[in-house]
């Protein structure tokens, strides 16, 4: 059974950061990642990344996140900096495997101007 755990979401100033972390358990995940889900909008890519360290992000987070991973641990992180009000949304931890495609609960990041 597939299980991911974030934590890490909460309210912050502009200008100011937050780290996200996801645990998974139950398989061998090739790609994870992070997505995000604003109101009345589509989720979208925020960032994701390979066992292997490959890592992509959209261009809207270049530069102030930064995913990292623990294969050891089958844990995520994605540090974000420089948050800004217009990144406010739920985050959602995203992993795939051969068999499985799954998603955490999500997480509410909310940036106040």
């Known amino acids: 059974q597939v299980q991911l755990v974030e934590s890490g979401g909460g309210l912050v100033q502009a200008g100011g950061s937050l780290r996200l972390s996801c645990a998974a358990s139950?398989?061998?995940?090739?790609?994870m990642g992070w997505y995000r889900q604003a109101p009345g909008k589509p989720r979208e890519l925020v960032a994701i990344?390979?066992?292997?360290?490959?890592?992509n992000y959209a261009d809207s987070v270049k530069g102030r996140f930064t995913i990292s991973r623990d294969n050891a641990e089958n844990t995520i992180y994605l540090q974000m900096n420089s948050l800004k009000p217009e990144d406010t949304a739920v985050y959602y931890c995203?992993?795939?495997?051969?068999?499985?495609?799954?998603w955490g609960q999500g997480t509410q990041v909310t940036v106040s101007s």
């Open positions: 139950g398989d061998i995940f090739s790609i």
């Open positions: 995203n992993a795939r495997s051969t068999v499985f495609n799954s």
């Open positions: 990344i390979t066992q292997a360290g490959s890592t």
